[in-house]
């Protein structure tokens, strides 16, 4: 089965410092990575994602992840974060199984950036 | 285009009443997943249906809870019998029909209250 985790349950930064939101998965298949970002009383939306090729993706709001094989990470930064980055994070895992395709959500990264 | 839509955003029932929970598909989007987000826990999946199927229910509670998506109209989860433990808020989202590694996208959510 997949698993995601989210070592951080919460993650305070200064304003303009960097920050790196860990993600570690399990899978013994071929999966797809996701970074969804949820703002307060809003739903999910999607920050960046990996499929193949080069290991370092990059997605909006200024955001990057990379992909590690070997060390089944996913870890997302961001150089120099802002106030309006305060949101929680989710890294999400995608396999097919099934006949279909099947998303694990890991427990989600509070980022809270301090003025 | 419009994005996925749900309705109502917050819903308020007394224990025992029933929930009916609503969610518009992006356009041109077949499939549909539930998913519930209970407060400080990350998102946990539900049910995936597709147009008059459920492919995976593995996630509904075996009691109270079921899941449609008509041939028209919108996918409705329904909550029978509400209990205090099923305060949370649940996200529909919606994927295109073909194609590993597609997104999903996320409606806004709606809070359920059960008082």
């Known amino acids: 089965a997949q698993s995601v985790t989210q070592l951080d349950s919460q993650v305070p930064v200064f304003e303009e410092a960097p920050v790196e939101l860990r993600c570690n998965y399990s899978s013994s298949v071929s999966v797809y990575l996701f970074w969804y970002v949820q703002y307060p009383n809003q739903g999910l939306q999607l920050l960046l994602k990996y499929l193949s090729g080069s290991t370092l993706v990059k997605g909006i709001n200024g955001f990057e992840a990379e992909f590690n094989k070997s060390q089944t990470s996913f870890h997302l930064r961001k150089p120099s974060v802002h106030i309006s980055d305060t949101a929680e994070y989710f890294c999400?895992?995608?396999?097919?199984?099934?006949?279909?395709?099947?998303?694990?959500f890991g427990t989600g990264t509070k980022l809270q950036v301090i003025p | 285009n419009a994005g996925v839509m749900q309705n109502p955003r917050h819903l308020v029932r007394r224990r025992g009443q029933e929930a009916r929970l609503r969610c518009s598909p992006m356009?041109?989007?077949?499939?549909v997943y539930w998913y519930r987000q209970l407060p400080e826990e990350g998102l946990k999946f539900m049910v995936y249906l597709q147009k008059e199927n459920i492919i995976d229910e593995s996630g509904m509670p075996k009691e109270r809870f079921s899941a449609e998506f008509p041939k028209e109209g919108p996918s409705i989860l329904r909550i029978q019998q509400v209990v205090r433990g099923d305060s949370a808020a649940y996200f529909c989202?919606?994927?295109?029909?073909?194609?590993?590694?597609?997104?999903?996208?996320f409606g806004p959510g709606t809070r359920l209250t059960v008082l």
């Open positions: 999400a895992v995608t396999y097919l199984g099934g006949g279909y395709q099947k998303v694990t």
């Open positions: 356009k041109g989007h077949s499939h």
């Open positions: 989202a919606s994927s295109p029909p073909l194609g590993l590694g597609n997104e999903q996208f």
